[in-house]
């Protein structure tokens, strides 16, 4: 049980922790909307992390194949999905009143209806954004395929050890996408006027985008 247990946690970070177009995000979602909100998509990108392990350790023989067979247009798909993104997180840089700024506002006591029109980004949204998003990563396919093909766990492995090994992978996932989140909060707590807004928001998305150009020209 002790050997799942670890097993899933290092499966866990091992698909979190590397640099990518996700983490990109989560820190960029964090500084523009806050901490909350941008926990709806750490709870996304951590849950698709938890499907893929449930999936490696129930049918991963069988899956495996198929997924080296979409690969490739799952690439691409990630790779409109990430300008599109990277477009709209840019955005706010060329708005007057960009989105912290006003929800700073509205924290104060600013009308209901400006924070209608500005928190158009929601717990929910952010999570099957995420969520949709991490489920097509490439970065993402490439490790699932290597951990359906490994012997992450015993073949004959059971029941019990196979939950403990999904539920320790979904929770280091979770533990690292919301410290990603709180860090950038903290740099839009820090950037919270006019400019650093802006600064905030053409960088995120810029990184973003450069993250879809890698890998579109990816091998």
Do not use: C, K
């Not at 999904?166 to 996932?173: D, G």
């Amino acid at each position: 049980m002790l050997d799942a247990l670890l097993a899933g946690v290092v499966a866990g970070y091992a698909i979190a922790i590397p640099v990518g177009a996700i983490a990109a995000l989560l820190i960029t979602l964090g500084a523009q909307h806050g901490a909350r909100v941008a926990a709806g998509g750490a709870l996304g990108a951590a849950t698709v992390d938890g499907l893929y392990a449930t999936v490696a350790v129930t049918a991963g023989a069988v899956i495996a194949p198929l997924i080296a067979a979409v690969e490739e247009p799952l690439r691409w798909i990630s790779v409109v999905v990430l300008v599109v993104l990277g477009i709209m997180l840019a955005l706010p840089a060329f708005r007057r009143r960009t989105a912290p700024v006003a929800a700073a506002t509205i924290d104060a006591g600013g009308d209901a209806q400006a924070s209608a029109r500005v928190r158009t980004a929601t717990f929910r949204r952010l999570f099957v954004t995420v969520g949709a998003l991490t489920l097509v990563n490439p970065v993402t396919v490439v490790y699932f395929a290597a951990l359906v093909g490994s012997s992450t766990l015993a073949v004959d492995a059971g029941a019990a050890e196979r939950l403990v090994f999904v539920v320790a992978a979904f929770a280091a996932s979770l533990s690292w996408q919301l410290l990603l989140t709180t860090a950038g909060s903290l740099v839009g707590r820090v950037l919270t006027g006019p400019t650093g807004a802006r600064v905030t928001a053409l960088v995120g998305g810029a990184l973003v985008i450069a993250l879809a150009v890698r890998a579109a020209v990816a091998a």
